[in-house]
DNA sequence: CAAATAGTGTCTTTAAGACACTATGCC
DNA sequence: GGCATAGTGTCTTAAAGACACTATTTG
């Protein structure tokens, strides 16, 4: 029952946070910007805040909104994560917090952030040693293992590469979310069933031998696929 | 950034609502309750409501509590599907609806539910001639989408089951999710790979042979299978 | 030529699909 | 016995893992 005559509750506060991810230098990173008031004042903690309904369509703006204030660009790749609610989330009150986390290429979004101080990319292994605000910790946890998950059994993880981009890249990322070797082999059968990319006319220089680039073919949607890749 | 000094923004309505499955005569089924009041009185819509901040630790106790009112029990599963937000879904104006979709046997649930006349099981194809709230349609597809992806590769169907069950209610209650036939050998083969069911000391007549019923085992998590039923 | 990375060939392994077969209960 | 449903055996198929092999570029 979407809605009551009686709305006279006491609503709780709404906000949109987003976890956005990108793999720079083989390592999976998260977006985080310093809080500059209480409470949790000087921490770190994830990009976002209140749903302004005169401006957002929908809370996907919201949480695209935000992104853009602090990335200048869109991510490349957005999705629901979670809904976080309940009394002890923030010491002002009851709070709910719909989290999404967003795929973005590292090259794209990092000229913008390095030009300001309160926003960085943040390795995972980092969040054990900065202060992290509310549970958001904990919700980048929750992300990790989700965007794990994805990658496992979908080509999402090619939305944290930049238009254009080799296999052996791909493997990179793919390697980064998952914290674990992959078959170059099983990549390029996956490229190949998933038939969502197609090589370009060029190739580029990697070390060794000169390397295809593929990008995504325009107008195709997410492919999942009937079998994980192994945990 | 959970939350911010200015908290003067027009916040939007937030409620919680559920769209409940079951499987009854080899039929996915879905619970509504008919609207009493404006706007689309008479209608059936999902059950639902206000997060209540003193009662509800979390949404997902405004979910159950909701469900308990008109059911009289606890979904056996419980899960958030999404978020729906924007001004066009409710005329009121702007509303945010955090919806989850959850898992019940009939036979626990529908005892309750028949004494009743606000609430019933609506079969999947019922909803096309019924009057339907606000976007309740769509959501309830989209929930539909999502347990037939759920049920390719994870054991959750089991939650429409009573606590002993056989393979063959198994087996109905999984082609009334994914419309289509599943061999018995898979489900056997899975049963046993899960390793989340224990037989019980007990058969039961079925119109043939007598069949082992099967119980969840204890304190067992969801398992997900590394390889989907076909599509 | 050596090192490095790109890309292929192919055998193994895993788990699902198909389907024939046996088993057991009721009429 | 015959029907219906339960349950097994086993061959086929699809796709990932492992890994050796070839190809191409730079130094």
């Given at each position: 029952m979407s809605g009551n005559k009686d709305s006279d509750f006491k609503n709780p506060l709404f906000t949109v946070d987003s976890v956005l991810f990108t793999v720079i230098d083989k390592e999976l990173k998260v977006l985080l910007v310093k809080r500059?008031?209480?409470?949790?004042?000087g921490c770190w903690a994830l990009p976002g805040g209140f749903l302004d309904i005169d401006i957002d369509h929908s809370a996907d703006m919201t949480a695209l909104r935000k992104l853009k204030e602090k990335t200048n660009v869109a991510p490349q790749y957005l999705e629901q994560l979670h809904t976080y609610s309940g009394l002890a989330r923030d010491p002002r009150g009851y709070s709910v917090t719909l989290v999404y986390y967003a795929l973005t290429s590292a090259v794209e979004a990092s000229t913008h952030i390095?030009?300001?101080?309160d926003a960085k990319w943040v390795s995972i292994e980092e969040l054990d040693i900065l202060p992290i605000a509310f549970d958001h910790k904990h919700i980048i946890e929750h992300a990790q293992q989700r965007l794990k998950q994805k990658a496992l059994y979908s080509?999402?993880?090619?939305?944290?590469?930049?238009e254009l981009f080799t296999i052996g890249q791909f493997k990179s990322v793919l390697e980064a979310i998952l914290g674990k070797p992959v078959q170059r082999k099983t990549i390029i059968r996956r490229i190949d069933a998933a038939d969502i990319l197609e090589k370009v006319d060029e190739k580029i220089k990697s070390g060794g031998r000169l390397a295809h680039l593929y990008k995504v073919k325009p107008n195709v949607d997410i492919v999942n696929f009937e079998r994980n890749l192994s945990y």
């Open positions: 500059a008031s209480e409470p949790y004042i390095e030009t300001v101080d080509m999402v993880p090619i939305y944290c590469l930049p």
